[in-house]
């Protein structure tokens, strides 16, 4: 298997771990749907909450190539506000795109059940 062929594999595996990790969020008093969409050179997942409220809250991270670069963002929105939001950070190598995806993941997922019960209480209090 050649490098370009490894570097696909690999990028297979790591999106299929974060869709996994995305499915595996969820809060007992919040309906949810998967997210995930490709576009050209580019692929997003996550997963989207709507709070009793009718609000969305939406936590996910994308991956994307242009001509030389990879880029890899992450965010967690309620409505338009921006509850985690970590800018695009771009990389000539694949292998550090790939651990910036992996890291993104983690920091997008880690705080989710937090927020949503902050959101939660917000909506209690009015």
């Known amino acids: 298997m050649d490098s370009e062929s490894r570097a696909a594999a690999g990028l297979l595996a790591a999106m299929s771990r974060a869709a996994a990790m995305f499915d595996e969020l969820r809060h007992p008093f919040v309906r949810r749907e998967q997210l995930t ?4 050179a580019g692929w997003t997942t996550g997963v989207l909450f709507t709070l009793p409220d009718g609000r969305t809250v939406r936590f996910s991270v994308s991956f994307a190539h242009s001509e030389t670069f990879f880029h890899v963002s992450g965010e967690a929105l309620v409505e338009e506000r921006a509850l985690v ?14 651990a910036l995806l992996e890291g993104h993941v983690g920091e997008v997922v880690s705080p989710a059940r937090r927020l949503l019960d902050q959101l939660l209480e917000e909506i209690t209090e009015i």
């Open 37 to 40: 969409y490709f576009q050209p």
């Open 85 to 98: 939001e970590l800018p695009t950070k771009s990389t000539g190598s694949i292998h550090e795109a790939l």
